[in-house]
Nanobody, 126 residues
Framework: QVQLVESGGGLVQAGGSLRLSCAAS????????MGWFRQAPGKEREFVAA????????YYADSVKGRFTISRDNAKNTVYLQMNSLKPEDTAVYYC???????????????????WGQGTQVTVSS
């Protein structure tokens, strides 16, 4: 079983930046593809970014491309989401997730993820 704990959320003005972190338990983190999703009030959960087990492949939603960067540090069992040029529409609870199948290249579909964190709130004021 893998436990994921997000941190780094908060309140920021439009145009500002935040870096989210997701710390994972377990010795096999380096073999997991990871992803970030978000859910705004009254909306469905949506894909934000994903990264392959090696970090060699990354994927982004069109709405965040060029502003957000996903990365990972396998030595620290942590995946990051650097968010720049934040907009009010980025306001949501952000979740990190892991794919249990080892050495996966990455996926944008929430149904492919097996483990989820509890989420961290990001609020962007205008």
């Amino acid at each position: 079983q893998v436990q994921l704990v997000e941190s780094g959320g908060g309140l920021v003005q439009a145009g500002g930046s935040l870096r989210l972190s997701c710390a994972a338990s377990g010795r096999t983190f380096s073999s997991y593809a990871m992803g970030w999703f978000r859910q705004a009030p009254g909306k469905e959960r949506e894909f934000v970014a994903a990264i392959s087990w090696s970090g060699g492949n990354t994927y982004y939603a069109d709405s965040v491309k060029g502003r957000f960067t996903i990365s990972r540090d396998n030595a620290k069992n942590t995946v990051y989401l650097q968010m720049n040029s934040l907009k009010p529409e980025d306001t949501a609870v952000y979740y990190c997730a892991a794919v249990r199948s080892p050495y996966y290249s990455g996926t944008t579909y929430s149904k492919d993820y097996d483990y989820w964190g509890q989420g961290t709130q990001v609020t962007v004021s205008s």
